[in-house]
């Protein structure tokens, strides 16, 4: 059977051949140290599965409607307002099937064949493809380490074009850590606002900020920004629930009216019984977040420590999410080479920059356990002194 033009402009996840070389090589009995994880290791919190339990138990296990249970949209409105200092009716919150099935809604519902959509890079692997998908084409704006993995006001200018449609910003970032700051978001709004371009902000790792770094929301720079602005987020990172899959968007009105259309007849509502866990997330204890946000921390700052005294690699230090992007220009190999090199030499599988659209970098997860931090940066070290 043929597959559509639209299917086979897709490319393959080069993340993919790196983790089942680790997997083949684990079935083998071979100890592999993975810093490929792009999720918690932690346990989702027990109240949380307790709220969802208990909407089993009660026959909570039918259609609810297509943008998700009103108590939830309005928990989440009542989230944005007291944690991001936005305000939004829940009538414009459409909560997804995970914040990567909100993210393809919102270009989904807004961008089409002869936009363009401006992303900087590294990305976070999904933004590309997803643009192609809606006929849209994706134009990369590559940033420095020396700007901290950035993109200036200045490169979003230079980018842009009579086609562009919408840029996507993703702070707390992955793969680089980067955090933009408010002055920074605001010099980045201001080029929007001249020319009315929209901005997809993914805020998925909000809560994952370290030392006295804050989390500002795009949308919450000005009333031009609030306009132009999606607002992602979600359940996954923050409340360690990746398999859960329940993200949101908060939009203007109208987006959120053709998200939930889209939505309506494609996926239809997330899980019944996950929107209660998701409602009891919100509403319960939210120490646990400030837990995990306290161990991530220790392994970043191990990780980051260990990292920079090796020879010829070099790192900024993540301020927000879990991962370390290190730059392994000076080595002379392209960051796939190195990757499975490193894999089949040393055992430690690590994500390859390219697959973010950045062949000077690779990335390491630091959502593991230390005791295996402390053993793959050892096999690291030792295979980095070989090159
Ligand atoms: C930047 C970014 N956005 C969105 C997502 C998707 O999150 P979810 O699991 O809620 O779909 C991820 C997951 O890795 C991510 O890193």
């Known amino acids: 059977m043929e597959i559509s033009a639209r299917a086979a402009l897709l490319?393959?996840?080069?993340?993919?051949?790196?983790?089942?070389?680790?997997?083949?090589?684990?079935?083998e009995g071979l100890d592999v140290c993975g810093f490929g994880a792009g999720e918690p290791d932690f346990d989702t919190p027990d109240h949380i599965k307790a709220g969802a339990i208990q909407a089993l138990e009660s026959?909570?296990?039918?259609?609810?409607?297509?943008?998700?249970?009103?108590?939830?949209?309005?928990?989440?409105?009542?989230?944005?307002?007291?944690?991001?200092?936005l305000t939004y009716k829940a009538s414009q919150i459409v909560v997804s099937g995970g914040a990567k099935h909100a993210c393809y809604n919102a270009i989904l519902a807004t961008c089409q064949a002869g936009d363009e959509v401006l992303i900087p890079s590294p990305?976070?692997?999904?933004?590309?493809?997803?643009?192609?998908?809606?006929?849209?084409?994706?134009v990369i704006i590559p940033t420095t380490e020396?700007?901290?993995?950035?993109?200036?006001?200045?490169?979003?200018?230079?980018?842009?074009?009579?086609?562009t449609k919408m840029l996507i910003l993703n702070s707390p970032n992955n793969p680089s850590g980067a955090v933009y700051t408010r002055e920074e978001l605001g010099a980045i709004v201001e080029v929007a606002?001249?020319?009315?371009?929209?901005?997809?902000?993914?805020?998925i790792y909000e809560k994952l900020v370290y030392d006295d770094t804050e989390h500002v929301s795009v949308a919450s720079i000005s009333k031009e920004a609030y306009d132009l602005t999606i607002t992602i987020n979600g359940f996954s990172k923050a409340y360690a629930m990746t398999g859960w899959r329940l993200g949101y968007m908060a939009a203007p009105e109208n987006v959120a009216k053709a998200a939930d259309s889209i939505q309506s007849h494609s996926t239809s509502h997330p899980t019944s019984f996950a929107q209660r866990g998701a409602l009891a997330a919100l509403k319960g204890d939210q120490q646990p977040l400030a837990d995990m946000r306290e161990e991530f921390n220790l392994?970043?700052?191990?990780?980051?420590?260990?990292?920079?005294?090796?020879?010829?690699?070099?790192?900024?230090?993540?301020?927000?999410?879990?991962?370390?992007?290190?730059?392994?220009?000076?080595?002379?190999?392209?960051?796939?080479?190195?990757?499975?090199?490193?894999?089949?030499?040393?055992?430690?599988?690590?994500?390859p920059g390219a697959a973010f659209g950045d062949d000077r970098t690779i990335r390491l997860s630091y959502a593991t356990g230390i005791d295996i931090i402390k053993k793959g940066l050892d096999r690291f070290q030792d295979f980095c002194r070989t090159l």
């Not at 309005?74 to 307002?81: E, N, R, Y």
């Not at 260990?306 to 730059?327: C, D, H």
């Not at 990757?339 to 994500?351: F, G, M, P």
């Open 11 to 27: 490319t393959p996840s080069l993340t993919l051949s790196i983790d089942s070389k680790a997997k083949a090589m684990r079935a």
């Open 59 to 85: 026959g909570f296990t039918k259609y609810t409607p297509t943008a998700g249970l009103p108590e939830l949209r309005q928990a989440i409105a009542d989230k944005l307002q007291a944690d991001n200092n």
């Open 123 to 138: 990305y976070w692997v999904s933004y590309p493809d997803m643009v192609r998908l809606a006929g849209a084409e994706p």
């Open 146 to 163: 020396r700007n901290g993995w950035k993109m200036r006001a200045e490169d979003f200018e230079n980018a842009m074009t009579p086609r």
């Open 193 to 203: 606002a001249e020319e009315d371009i929209n901005i997809l902000s993914d805020e």
């Open 299 to 351: 392994r970043r700052g191990y990780m980051y420590d260990r990292i920079t005294k090796i020879p010829n690699i070099t790192a900024v230090l993540p301020q927000g999410a879990f991962y370390i992007l290190v730059n392994i220009s000076q080595l002379g190999l392209s960051s796939q080479n190195f990757a499975d090199r490193l894999l089949s030499k040393a055992n430690v599988a690590v994500i």
